[in-house]
């Protein structure tokens, strides 16, 4: 994958790499879902984050496609459901989305929640490992993973995962788990970047620092995410706001300012902490 003009790449422990910012697509389906796919890549995104239980996989296979740039430039995640844990189900499930994107190989496949109660995450992880020794997958990794979910999958499986996506924004820095991925050489990645429905972006602390750099509060929490080596995935379907969104490379923000938005936490803003929180 090359590097988009306009986004740097952050390198992966496995020997590929992955933009630092992408696009989120929840919710968008339909035509619009694939016309937002398709303005995204033309503005200059290369990453694109679905997954099978957003029910858009078509729509954003059907924008790669439809896009002015080649595949191999792009940087594709989707992810497995809970309803596929195990070893033989997460193989099937890939197979599925795989056809769903229609697309001959996915960049970033990841186990989407952990389960912990079906106890599968680790056979799953295991069919990952084998889907990435295949080729039909580049790199493999989680979403909404514990420290101690992580400190067993490597001790079993002896496979760290690439990236583990989080919950992640000014009300939930993460700072535990920032840290614990940078001691095992695991990039962060923000789901729920700019804290939706939430006044992060309204917040003094955050319309000041905007002012003073002359960007918007949108852009400064999506730098902050920057400045803190994590990947954020905003989601928009208009082209003005995706770009705005991707426009966060040409400033940059002192310690002061990230340890003043990091002052903002607050905690999760929905109940969906990985020990308890199931989806399937």
Do not use: C
């Not at 490597?154 to 924004?169: K, R």
Request: a negative charge; glycine letters at 8%; charged letters at 20%.
């Amino acid at each position: 994958m090359t590097e988009s003009p306009s986004v740097p790449t952050i390198p992966l422990n496995d020997g590929h790499s992955i933009p630092a910012v992408g696009l989120g697509t929840y919710g968008l389906n339909g035509a619009d879902g694939t016309a937002a796919v398709v303005s995204a890549i033309d503005s200059g995104y290369r990453l694109l984050d679905t997954a099978l239980n957003y029910k858009n996989e078509r729509e954003v296979g059907e924008g790669v496609r439809a896009a002015s740039v080649d595949r191999a430039d792009l940087f594709v995640t989707t992810k497995l459901p809970g309803r596929h844990h195990g070893y033989d189900e997460t193989l099937a499930s890939f197979d599925e989305s795989l056809a769903g994107l229609g697309l001959d190989y996915v960049d970033l496949y990841l186990i989407h929640w952990p389960n912990p109660r079906v106890d599968k995450y680790v056979d799953a992880w295991r069919a990952m490992v084998e889907l990435r020794r295949r080729g039909v997958v580049r790199s493999i990794g989680v979403s909404n993973f514990t420290t101690a979910h992580l400190d067993r999958l490597i001790a079993e499986t002896d496979a760290a995962p690439a990236v583990n996506q989080i919950e992640l924004h000014p009300r939930f820095p993460q700072a535990a788990m920032r840290d614990y991925h940078a001691k095992h050489g695991i990039v962060t990645e923000s789901w729920s970047p700019l804290a939706k429905g939430s006044d992060v972006t309204s917040t003094p602390v955050v319309t000041a620092i905007a002012n003073r750099l002359g960007v918007t509060p949108t852009q400064v929490v999506l730098r902050w995410h920057v400045e803190l080596g994590a990947v954020p995935i905003p989601k928009s379907a208009d082209a003005s706001r995706q770009r705005e969104n991707l426009d966060v490379f040409g400033f940059a923000l002192t310690a002061d300012d990230v340890a003043a938005i990091s002052a903002l936490e607050s905690g999760r803003l929905w109940d969906a902490d990985p020990d308890t929180h199931e989806e399937f």
